[in-house]
Nanobody, 124 residues
Framework: QVQLVESGGGLVQAGGSLRLSCAAS????????MGWFRQAPGKEREFVAT????????LYADSAKGRFIISRDNAKNTVYLQMNSLKPEDTAVYYC?????????????????WGQGTQVTVSS
C-alpha cells in the first residue's frame, strides 16, 4: 500500500495558478501510475488527470484540457498538477490516488490509496 500526501492548495483569484503536489511513499514509485480527482461541495468526486499505462501520455478531463498539466518526478516520488487560468468552478478538494488497473481511467474504481485531499478555492 502506498501512502499519499497532497499539498499546494489554497485561495487564488480567478485567472491565477496553483501547483499541487502529491508525495508518495514506497520505493517503486517509478512503476506506479497516479491520477488526480476533485470533489466540489455537494458534487461527486470527478476525474481530473492521469497518465496512460504506457506512462508517457497524459490524459485529462475536458474541464482540465489546455489549463492543467500533470507531471511527475520519480526521484522525488512526487506527482504534480499545475493548474493555470483557474476558474471559480475549479473550487474543490483535490485528491491524488494510485491507479490499480483497468482501462477506465476516469472511474474511481480503478484507483486506490487515496490521499487526504487539499482544498483549492478560486475567487471571482
Amino acid at each position: 500500500q502506498v501512502q499519499l500526501v497532497e499539498s499546494g492548495g489554497g485561495l487564488v483569484q480567478a485567472g491565477g495558478s496553483l501547483r499541487l503536489s502529491c508525495a508518495a511513499s514506497g520505493r517503486t514509485f517509478s512503476t506506479v501510475i497516479m491520477g488526480w480527482f476533485r470533489q466540489a461541495p455537494g458534487k461527486e468526486r470527478e476525474f481530473v488527470a492521469t497518465f496512460a499505462w504506457s506512462g508517457g501520455t497524459t490524459l485529462y478531463a475536458d474541464s482540465a484540457k489546455g489549463r492543467f498539466i500533470i507531471s511527475r518526478d520519480n526521484a522525488k516520488n512526487t506527482v504534480y498538477l499545475q493548474m493555470n487560468s483557474l476558474k471559480p468552478e475549479d473550487t474543490a478538494v483535490y485528491y491524488c490516488a494510485r491507479r490499480k488497473g483497468g482501462p477506465y481511467y476516469r472511474s474511481m474504481s480503478e484507483y486506490d490509496s487515496w490521499g487526504q485531499g487539499t482544498q483549492v478555492t478560486v475567487s471571482s
